[in-house]
């Protein structure tokens, strides 16, 4: 003790902490800093032989923090407040009525104010073999210091039992220990506690990128151990048997399976405790006996909760505190805990990770808005209430936001939650949200429709009618939404509250190949079990045939239930015409096409009638196809070399080119030869839109690169890569990506934007459209692909690389199944009966479709309905 | 106005239409992709059905020409659902038919006869 302080007259009270923790060292602070050490003898017992230390940051013991640095207690501290602190020793027993505290050491001491500071224990499950040796809890620097030796003993691989925050933190413990590491979680995903499903699904994708072998949904069983009773076996942990069966060979067990209070000394004196542990103490944090208070994680708050985190152990140190000081002065304290945030932000293998306020959106009526990038482990998610009150969130790999959203927690943020979730990426800050739009702003630039005349109709129906925005290009649509009343639901139709993107990171990390287990399971309540609609399943078919190859999926589109989802076009493989007929649009790959090839088309197209065309995309279109002759026209077409080139799906159209350096005198690169190794590459690839692209041999631009998806126009050095153009009802010139590439460098680059379009666009978004709307728009676009901010290109090139070798001509895959064949008859009663109304009549050498006949008054009435529900067998 | 409809047919089953008073085989179950429709064409060679199956396998049947272009093709259109009842959206230009009454979703004037199915086990 303090030699100056023994010369103080005898201090009359007696305070006694249990448990030297961090919450007790900060009630010890807060003691100290009310004066209360200075009226009171001040006595800890600690169980543990260190002072109190940053439990917190007991992972960083591994990357190389000492236990002394890890200490949370000021060694001038305690002797400059005179406490009295015995390590080692705890306490076994309270006699509340003689109130007095015994210890290991059988110190016995009369107090005249306890403080219960116990903290909790790891709890591990009852499993057979949980005490052989190798098997550990992660709880104290003592059990990380056994930990590592045991592992540098040569143990190899690890299993830690729990996949919460602490698991976690083990996990990487054991990793950085150079051991394989396994993580077994009973719940379904990691972190249930904190993070939702999506969150979960980018922790497991992160993790297990980081080598981690995850086993959810599964709980241990038994630990294998090296029998004892044989001759030679140590007993020691061999391995490890799951509930699914699975057995692990692992030599080294971490049982992180969370923790309970440690309220033991609390029953055996008769003091309440919570149906599931805990001190239960009142908002004073006092107990049941007004000399005996409890705080931190061993404590049940007024609330009922036990909070197995470090910030309400704090509080509850200071409240305890003030209790005890106001006691003293015989005023009631004004500090009380009532219960507190449970807002995490941590860092786990090196994953942020936070959650916040209401993260699972409990409350009634409450919408959550989701970011999810699970390939780079990125996860946001958003909850709000009808008013877009921010009641919480969860988010994963990226929680710079994290502040501000807590700060916002409970009003309406001034930018709307989508907006907020979006990638930081570099770029412009996020733009103010609608409700920040004057009136007479321009909401709809296809229709010049202000925001006041959107927000005079009630619906985006009635915005569409009256106003006619929204019907061009689409891409003002989601602002709309905001606009008006029922604003906050960005879902893809009546049957998905999920945009298309998000339906992308759905079906890519959960692998969901099936439209309709993807609608019974992550459809609108209302949709589940039903049959979708025409919206949603070309939509979830193309997402589906963009990943195939990474989900498991057939690529082939016509197949199985992918048959039922396509449109018409992408199901009979053809463009559908006015009068029903169907339109043949073989690709020529680059607009080059040998005389042979030439004459093939003008043969299949003299023998069935077809009327010839070349297209504005360089190739040439038959038309007037009836269906049950595509398979025929096809046969011929695939045997002269032709590929489907897809003009009826949102898919790649056609590289144009112009004649390039071979040929023209202007010319600096070859540019045709490179437009056919665009168009080979990208071939058959499902996208948002359709795609397009060209290639010009110099500056002059005779292919009109710059109107295009992707457009490539030579330089002296190489290629300039031009993105986000368009033709169509909205031109756009596409923008300047990057200069003088060479061939490779300029493949890369279009296989990186290509697939993040594809990745992040919306439904029916063409690259000008998404390149307008996306936050940070170029700039950011710019930084992920060509920089790589969010760490994304190499998975989007290895999509792309996936693509490249699943490539299978669908006209030739067609004709060599008969089951795929079936489909194309006209009439299932009479398959080769023409249809009658598919008619044609000359025009200038050729024909075109009997137009009178459609317009003819239909055929006798259909006959008369049943009765109403009959059935019949 | 509903079209009669059966529930979980045979696979090899009969499927049948309504005409005035006679009934019309026109093919197996099996042929029929939930989700997806068939053309059917009429005795007098001239009038067309859409015969489709929803993903409980149940079977409606309309008439084939869609009533805004002329063009048969109705058969050919996505099956979808809104509140709980099947349509159809016709591939030319996507108006929906409720596949029960013929009814169109998206203009009250118009709208496509039904006929009866059924199957013949
Ligand atoms: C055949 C062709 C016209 C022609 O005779 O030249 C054509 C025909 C059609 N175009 Fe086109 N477009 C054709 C070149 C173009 C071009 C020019 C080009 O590609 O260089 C454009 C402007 C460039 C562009 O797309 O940015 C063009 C802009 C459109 C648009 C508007 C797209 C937009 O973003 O605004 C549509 C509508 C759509 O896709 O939603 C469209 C849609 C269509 C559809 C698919 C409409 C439909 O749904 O039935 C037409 C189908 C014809 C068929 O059945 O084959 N077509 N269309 C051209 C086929 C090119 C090819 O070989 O594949
Ligand atoms: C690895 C790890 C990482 C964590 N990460 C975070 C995080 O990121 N954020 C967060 O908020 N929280 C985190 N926590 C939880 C946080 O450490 C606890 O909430 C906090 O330590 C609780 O403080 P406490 O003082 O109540 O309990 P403890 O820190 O457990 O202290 C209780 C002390 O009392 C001692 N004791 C028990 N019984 C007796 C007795 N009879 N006599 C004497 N002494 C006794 C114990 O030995 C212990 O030293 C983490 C915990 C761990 C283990
Ligand atoms: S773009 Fe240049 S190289 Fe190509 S055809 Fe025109 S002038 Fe010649
Ligand atoms: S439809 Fe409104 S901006 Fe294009």
């Known amino acids: ?873 | 106005m509903t079209t009669a409809t059966t529930t979980a047919p045979p696979p090899y089953a009969s499927v049948q239409l309504r005409l005035d008073d006679s009934w019309l085989t026109v093919c197996a179950c099996d042929r029929l992709t939930p989700g997806r429709g068939v053309a059917v064409l009429l005795p007098d060679g001239r009038r067309q059905a859409a015969l489709f199956l929803d993903r409980d396998r149940r079977l409606y049947a309309i008439d084939n020409r869609d009533p805004f272009s002329g063009a048969a093709v109705l058969a050919r259109g996505l099956v979808g659902s809104a509140d709980g009842r099947p349509f159809v959206a016709s591939p030319l230009l996507k108006q929906r038919f409720d596949l029960a009454s013929g009814r169109c979703l998206d203009d009250d004037a118009a709208g496509v006869g039904v006929y009866e199915v059924r199957v013949l086990a």
Not at chain 1, 35 to 41: D, F, I, P, Q, S
Request: net charge negative; charged share 20%.
């Open chain 1, 1 to 873: 003790m303090d030699p100056a302080r023994s010369l103080l007259p005898p201090l009359s009270r007696t305070l006694v902490l249990v448990g030297h923790g961090m919450v007790g060292q900060r009630f010890l602070e807060a003691l100290a800093e009310r004066g209360t050490t200075a009226t009171h003898r001040v006595v800890v017992f600690a169980e543990e032989p260190r002072p109190a230390y940053d439990r917190v940051q007991l992972t960083s013991y591994f990357s190389g923090r000492t236990p002394d640095e890890l200490s949370v207690t000021d060694t001038g501290f305690l002797a400059e407040h005179g406490i009295e602190l015995h390590l080692a020793d705890p306490v076994e027993h309270i006699d509340r009525k003689a109130r007095t505290v015994t210890s290991r050491a059988g110190r016995t001491l009369t107090y005249d104010t306890l403080v219960l500071a116990t903290g909790s224990a790891p709890f591990v499950p009852p499993v057979p073999g949980r005490d052989a040796p190798g098997c550990f809890v992660y709880r104290t620097v003592e059990d990380v210091l056994a930990i590592e030796a045991y592992a540098r003993a040569g143990a190899t691989t690890g299993a830690v039992v729990g996949g919460g925050l602490l698991g976690l933190e083990a996990a990487g413990a054991l990793q950085g220990l150079g051991l394989g590491t396994h993580v077994v979680e009973f719940a379904p995903r990691l972190m249930p506690a904190q993070v939702d499903e999506g969150g979960g699904a980018a922790l497991l994708r992160t993790l297990t990128g980081r080598g981690l072998t995850v086993h959810t949904g599964t709980g241990t069983q038994e630990i294998l151990t090296d029998g004892a009773d044989n001759t030679g076996g140590t007993g020691a942990v061999r391995g490890m048997r799951l509930s699914d069966g699975t057995e692990l060979d692992v030599d080294l067990v971490v049982f992180s399976a969370g923790v309970r209070a440690r309220d033991q000394l609390a029953r055996e004196c008769g003091l309440a405790v919570g149906e599931r542990g805990g001190v239960v103490v009142d908002e004073r944090c006092r107990t049941g006996d007004p000399r005996v208070y409890a705080i931190g994680e061993c404590a049940q708050a007024a609330d009922g909760r036990v909070y197995g985190l470090v910030a309400p152990g704090y509080e509850m140190a200071q409240t305890a505190a003030a209790a005890i000081a106001a006691h003293d002065a015989t005023a009631a304290s004004t500090t009380v805990f009532t219960g507190a945030d449970t807002s995490t932000k941590l860092k786990l293998l090196g994953v942020d990770v936070a959650s916040f306020g209401d993260a699972h959106g409990a409350a009634e009526g409450c919408l959550d808005v989701a970011y999810a990038d699970s390939r780079s482990g990125t996860y946001k998610k958003l909850v709000v209430d009808a008013d877009g009150t921010l009641l919480g969130g969860v988010l994963v790999g990226d929680t710079e936001a994290y502040g501000t959203l807590r700060a916002l927690t409970g009003s309406v943020p001034p930018t709307p939650a989508e907006q907020l979730v979006l990638p930081a990426g570099a770029g412009a800050a996020p733009a103010l949200g609608p409700e920040a739009l004057p009136g007479d702003a321009v909401v709809c630039n296809c229709h010049n429709v202000t925001k006041d005349a959107v927000q005079a109709c009630a619906t985006l129906t009635e915005v569409k009618k009256c106003t006619k925005a929204g019907t061009g290009c689409g891409s003002c649509v989601r602002l709309i939404g905001q606009l008006l009343p029922e604003s906050g639901d960005t879902g893809l139709c009546g049957c998905f509250p999920q945009t298309r993107q998000e339906l992308y990171e759905i079906v890519r990390t959960l692998r969901i190949a099936s439209y309709r287990e993807l609608l019974d399971r992550h459809g609108r309540e209302g949709a589940r079990g039903g049959e979708g609609c025409e919206t949603c399943k070309p939509a979830v078919a193309s997402v589906i045939a963009s990943l195939a190859s990474a989900i498991g999926a057939d690529g082939y589109v016509l197949d199985g239930e992918q048959a039922a989802l396509q449109d018409t076009n992408d199901h009979f493989l053809a463009n559908l015409q006015k009068n029903g007929s169907y339109s043949v649009v073989p690709r020529i790959p680059g607009g080059e096409i040998t005389p042979d090839k030439l004459i093939v088309i003008g043969e299949v197209a003299r023998e069935f009638g077809l009327y010839t065309k070349i297209t504005g995309g360089q190739r040439i279109d038959l038309f007037g196809a009836r269906v049950e002759q595509l398979p025929r026209i096809w046969a011929r077409l695939v045997a002269a070399g032709f590929e489907s080139g897809h003009a009826y799906g949102k898919a790649l159209r056609t590289v144009k080119s112009c004649v390039g350096r071979t040929w023209c005198r202007y010319g600096v690169q070859d540019s045709v030869r490179m437009a056919i190794d665009l168009e080979l590459r990208y071939r058959g690839l499902r996208a948002p839109h359709k795609l397009k692209s060209a290639v010009s041999g110099c500056a002059r631009e005779c292919a009109e690169a710059r109107s295009k998806d992707f457009g490539v126009i030579a330089t002296a050095g190489g290629w300039n890569l031009y993105v986000g153009g368009n033709g169509g009802a909205a031109p756009r010139h596409a923008d300047l990506l990057a200069q003088d590439l060479d061939d490779a460098g300029l493949v890369r680059l279009v296989d990186r934007f290509l697939m993040f379009y594809i990745r992040t666009a919306d439904r029916l978004e063409r690259t000008s459209a998404w390149l307008e709307r996306i936050d940070g728009g170029l700039d950011h676009v710019r930084d992920v692909v060509v920089h790589d901010s969010l760490g994304l290109c190499a998975e989007l090139e290895a999509l792309m690389a996936d693509h490249v070798t699943h490539y299978r001509d669908e006209w030739a895959e067609t004709l060599a199944d008969p089951e795929r064949l079936a489909r194309f008859v006209s009439f299932v009663n009479a398959p080769e009966a023409p249809d009658p109304l598919v008619a044609f009549v000359p025009e200038r050498g050729q024909i075109k479709p009997d137009l009178p006949l459609l317009t003819l008054r239909p055929p006798a009435p259909a006959p008369t309905p049943a009765l109403e529900g009959a059935t019949s067998r």
